[in-house]
């Protein structure tokens, strides 16, 4: 667990994070989101003391984080960032090995570790062990930075923006592709973005910060959506707002309809797909209505009644 | 035809004077070297030292070598000392610009997720950023080698028995002045070519995956 208590930044004359207080729960996805300024990349800098706090504490399982030795707490807590900063003298296998390196893990551990880490994020060892970071595309890259950050199983992994630099295709697959690990791993995850989309699809909570370090609401994704705190949060997750949070809601868990006389439709949709897909297949229908299948057997019919009714 | 007829002829004179040119470039450039890279580091590091080993260093090149060995010479005595010491504040500036340069140019992402996996600063200058600055530091080593083995032969003026021997001697004399400074010219060309040669060859090989190379 990491907890922020009354943390305040200040550079020079600039305020970049006011007064937080903070608990990240162990083994969750928090997400670090806000316009630029917002100090959500400070607060996660704080964390491993990239960034030291002007006033406050930040503690990790109870411990004071400046009572610990700065690269010790370093090597203890996973770290990504947009630009990536892979080794470019380094193959993807010695990339990957740094921090057990550092740490002084023998050679055969090393490397078990390694293949183990190349093949968890689908970088299969024997293609791509022996690369130069110079030979990878940006979505290769940025799986390698991800290994390189699990490299001697951290439970924390920092993340400021790792897909922000990435083609919306790919960027899509390396969420999905995280959502995945977390399922596996368990780790505490602080993830910074200043995309809505992106926050809502992977946060377990959203803590979203406005200009000048202000933490204006700290909260699941789909109560950020359906209660805006403020009019600041209102204003931020703008007019989507009711639209994104379908996202979040799967298509099984709204009321469905019998299908009546009027029969099954000929279109039809996933009972996981989520209550955003079920729109976009009911507004491309000619009647509005959408059969819902689950392993090839009807549940139901999904209309935009339906839909309207499981977000109010 | 005389040149070569020369050179053969004085050859039991000339191989000690290029033993000793070559000896004289060595250990200068051995010194540079060490000094240079803990300059060019320290000015990495600080801005300050940046300053005022670049001044320094940019001035020393403004003294002529003539001067510089005369002066030396009277606070080291004569033969190789003086020269050697002189070459060695010559090659400085290349070796620590090329040094500061190559640290400079080590993206900063880079050392901020070396920073970020808990890389303290001896091991960030020894595993990311000395070995990613390779390339450009033995530029600059490459540059100051081959200047400071023409201006070697200036050294014969406080008494060192190196090429500068043979032109020298030439100014003295009425007859074969031009073998006499060939004699020297050449294999001090032959020497210089060689040097640059061997260190662009070590330069392209270590450059894979490096900080670019600038054009040389």
Redesign the interface.
Known sequence: MITFDRVSKRFGEVVAVRDLSLEIASGEIVVLLGPSGCGKTTTLRMV?R?VEPSSGTIRIDGRDTREMD???????IG?V?Q???????RTVAENVA??PR?LGWDRARTHRRVEGLLDLVGLPPGQYAHR???ELSGGEGQRV?VA??L?ADPDIL?MDEPFGAIDPLVRGRLQDELLRLQQVLHKTIVFVTHDIDEAVRLGDRIALFSAGGALEQYAAPDLLLGAPASAFVDEFLGDGRMVRRLGLRRVRSARLRDPDGQGVPATAIDADATLREALDAVLGTGDGRVAVRESGRILGIIDSESIREAVR | MSTVRYILDNWGTLGPQVETHLEIVAIAMAIAVAVGLGLGIGSARSARVAAASLAVTSTLLTVPSFALFGLLSIWVGLEDPPVIIGLVLYALLPVVRGTLTGIRAV?P????????????GA?RLLR?EL??AVPVILGGIRQATVMVVAIATVGAVVGANDLGQPIFSALYRSTATTPRILAGVIPVAAIGLLADGVLSLVQRRLA???VAVGAT
Do not use: C, K, W
């Open positions: 491993n990239l700065v690269n010790l707490l370093r090597r203890s770290y960032i630009q990536v900063g892979l080794f470019p003298h740094t921090v550092l130069l970071p110079s930075g390189r950050a490299g920092l | 993206d992402a880079v050392i901020e997720a070396a920073r970020g996996m808990g890389m303290g091991q990311v070995p990613l894979r995956g490096r």
